[in-house]
């Protein structure tokens, strides 16, 4: 029997006997998604670890990356501690529209989101923008540069969030429209 046990063990690598608590504190400290994502594929225990390391981040950030309305919300709708959200434009990184803010705020970290950046998502309007602004509460520092909003989200945004301290907004003009 003691030999049956030795052979698991020396067939079974170190890293495997770790318990998923252990595994999702090392995969927080990974702070790239496509390395977090080819781990999760490795075994049902590391997407566990995966899955549980999402939860404890605080601050997530998809510059550069490729990520569309579910991708993005299916990230955020796992990260229960998330406290500031990056979601940029950068050459052809993000493309997140009115539907993806929707998503975004129907999930449990939407009233703790205290930073939201949405640089250059040109998908985003006045429709995305009020309904996730509705939600985050506790939001004190906002970055809607190159999005397509109107007066509407910023009545949304005067009256919905009471602690902002920084908000900073440049407005892209619908080139069809001419005055």
Known sequence: MREEEEEVEEG?????????????????????????ARASGVCRKWKRGVKLSLGRR??????????DDDSTARVV???YALRELDIL???WGCHITDEGLYIISLTNC?????????LGMTGVTDQGVV??????TALQHLNIVSTFITDESLYAIA????????C???FLQNRFQYK
């Open 12 to 36: 079974e690598a170190e890293i495997d006997r770790l318990p998923v608590d252990v595994l999702a504190h090392c995969f927080f400290m990974i702070p790239s998604f496509a390395d977090l």
């Open 58 to 67: 605080e601050r997530l950030s998809f510059v550069g990356l490729k990520m």
């Open 77 to 79: 709708r796992r990260a």
């Open 89 to 91: 434009k950068i050459c």
């Open 110 to 118: 939407a009233a703790k989101l205290m930073s939201i950046s949405l």
């Open 131 to 136: 309904k996730l602004i509705a939600r985050a």
């Open 159 to 166: 009256n919905s969030c009471p602690h902002l301290k920084c």
């Open 168 to 170: 900073t907004i440049i």
